[in-house]
């Protein structure tokens, strides 16, 4: 987790960096390194209504997997690959499946 968040972080160099977290355990890690220009905020539990993520994969599940039968974990991994490359590329559309008000308000006021 702490790669990913390093990752993250060095992507969006620019940026103060809100990210929404789900109560897994490596989320929560004592070793976690969190950068200097990012805060985790941690959503209720048992609430995956709130967090924006599900609705994401749901938009994958639904666009770019279907009922479709892979033969290999490598054909999952490539129809990931290409999904997650169509979000990127469609941040409106992201924002539109992701961006709860109450997202939008925190994130005003925090700056």
């Known amino acids: 987790?702490?790669?990913?968040?390093?990752?993250?972080?060095?992507?969006?160099?620019?940026?103060?960096?809100?990210?929404?977290?789900?109560g897994a355990g490596w989320h929560r890690a004592r070793e976690l390194n969190i950068p200097e220009n990012m805060r985790l905020e941690f959503l209720p539990p048992y609430s995956p209504e709130l967090n924006p993520v599900e609705h994401i994969w749901e938009h994958l599940r639904e666009n770019h997997f279907g009922n479709d039968v892979f033969s290999t974990l490598e054909e999952v991994e490539q129809r990931l690959c290409i999904g997650l490359r169509d979000c990127m590329e469609n941040p409106e559309q992201m924002k539109s499946i992701s961006l709860f008000s109450w997202i939008n308000t925190l994130s005003l006021s925090s700056n």
């Open 1 to 22: 987790m702490s790669i990913f968040l390093a990752h993250t972080a060095m992507r969006f160099k620019d940026d103060y960096c809100i990210l929404f977290m789900d």
